[in-house]
């Protein structure tokens, strides 16, 4: 009991956190809240600068794997599309004869407890190898052990021969795929605050509609680091765009970086695919249909217009925290507010698909919106990109 009353106690702390970082709270509390959050920003500024600052002067060492690493990451927390943009680098190099791999750290994936971790570290013991969710061939870990992200880039990329492999030490797991796969290119998702591990093309990957939120770095805001350090990409990715890049994003980003190709592309939702089933529907079955959605991304007022766009009729919407784990008692939630609202069906997206109970079959139709990348224009940035990553002309990442 406990438990329960400290998770919530929690997740509500996390709410109030996002609804500050975002504006949408006012009052004396919230500002006391608010200046105490920027202290923390400020300090975590000092350290983040700092740490590159080392690495750039090569007091602290990066390890080269002695293969292409091709970085791909974001200057924000969540939101950027990441996940659809790496498995279309995927795709595109597996197509042009390279052996991939994907290196992530498995966000929120089942890892050792702290306790079993230090005493590998005291007692010198071999720590277990790297977990493969994906070997080129078939799924091999569940998403609880893999994390969403990874499992959802296996189960739509191992039928294609890329390699997936999660670890928190990715030089390891870089190293790991090397000896046991063979590859000879890697992907690192989420790479670009990874310093250890040196790539020689960083793909930074900004949304057209919130690039960087309020300015501010963690826990004000939601930088990673300051937005000066475009200057660290090789190529920017303006996610979700409908069009041209603004123009004044454009103008921030030159700003910052006079060189860098600037690429827009769009998330394209491509169709409704059964979670758990066989079913792959158009997305015009969406049109006038009474539909509950439910989300765990950063983002979910994107998702929720993307239903709207589609002609769905939105009953019901239950939003969670980004990469949320549904309990018994949420997903119960969601399914007495569709049962309520009468709907004819309950869509989510792909990547709360993989984390969903098993045991979740509800008696309303279940589905997910599948995205796919789409450059916009005519696509010479990212034709362009390919290239230099598959023909070797690439120049080593800032």
């Known amino acids: 009991m406990a438990k329960i009353w400290l998770r919530r106690r929690l997740n509500e702390l996390e709410l109030f956190t996002v609804d500050v970082i975002y504006g949408r709270r006012a009052g004396a509390g919230t500002a006391v809240y608010g200046a105490f959050l920027q202290a923390l920003s400020w300090l975590f500024s000092g350290i983040t600068q700092a740490r590159l600052w080392l690495y750039q002067r090569r007091i602290l060492h990066d390890q080269p794997l002695g293969c292409l690493v091709v970085v791909v990451g974001n200057l924000t927390v969540g939101g950027t599309g990441k996940t659809p943009v790496v498995e279309k680098f995927a795709r595109a190099l597996r197509d042009r004869g390279r052996k991939v791999a994907i290196l992530s750290r498995g966000y929120k994936s089942k890892s050792p407890p702290l306790w079993r971790r230090a005493w590998w570290a005291l007692t010198h013991a071999e720590p277990p190898p790297p977990r493969v969710v994906s070997d080129g061939e078939q799924v091999l870990l569940d998403s609880e052990q893999a994390g969403d992200e990874p499992y959802m880039l296996a189960r739509n990329l191992a039928a294609l021969g890329v390699v997936i492999v999660v670890d928190r030490d990715r030089v390891e797991g870089g190293r790991f795929a090397l000896r046991r796969f063979g590859v000879d290119t890697i992907l690192l998702d989420d790479g670009l605050q990874y310093l250890p591990l040196r790539g020689q093309i960083n793909l930074v ?194």
């Open 205 to 398: 990957l900004v949304d057209s509609h919130d690039p960087f939120g309020n300015g501010c770095l963690l826990p004000r805001g939601i930088l990673r680091e300051p937005i000066a350090n475009l200057s660290r990409a090789s190529y920017v990715f303006v996610t979700k765009s409908t069009g041209a890049p603004d123009p004044a994003l454009v103008a921030l980003i030159r700003r910052h970086n006079p060189t860098a190709e600037i690429v827009p592309c769009a998330h394209r939702a491509r169709e409704l695919v059964e979670v758990d089933g066989p079913a792959r529907l158009p997305l015009e079955h969406l049109r006038g249909r009474r539909v509950a959605a439910f989300s765990g991304i950063a983002t979910p007022e994107r998702f929720e217009e993307t239903l709207a766009a589609e002609g769905a009729l939105l009953v019901a919407n239950r939003r969670f925290l980004d990469h949320h784990a549904f309990n018994d008692e949420d997903l119960d939630e969601v399914l007495e507010q569709a049962l309520r609202a009468q709907a004819e069906m309950i869509v989510t997206t792909e990547k709360d698909a993989v984390r969903l109970l098993a045991r979740f079959r509800p008696p309303v139709p279940l589905y997910y919106v599948r995205l796919e990348v789409e450059v916009l224009g005519e696509g010479d940035g990212f034709n362009a990109a390919v290239e230099r990553i598959c023909f070797g002309a690439s120049v080593p990442a800032r």
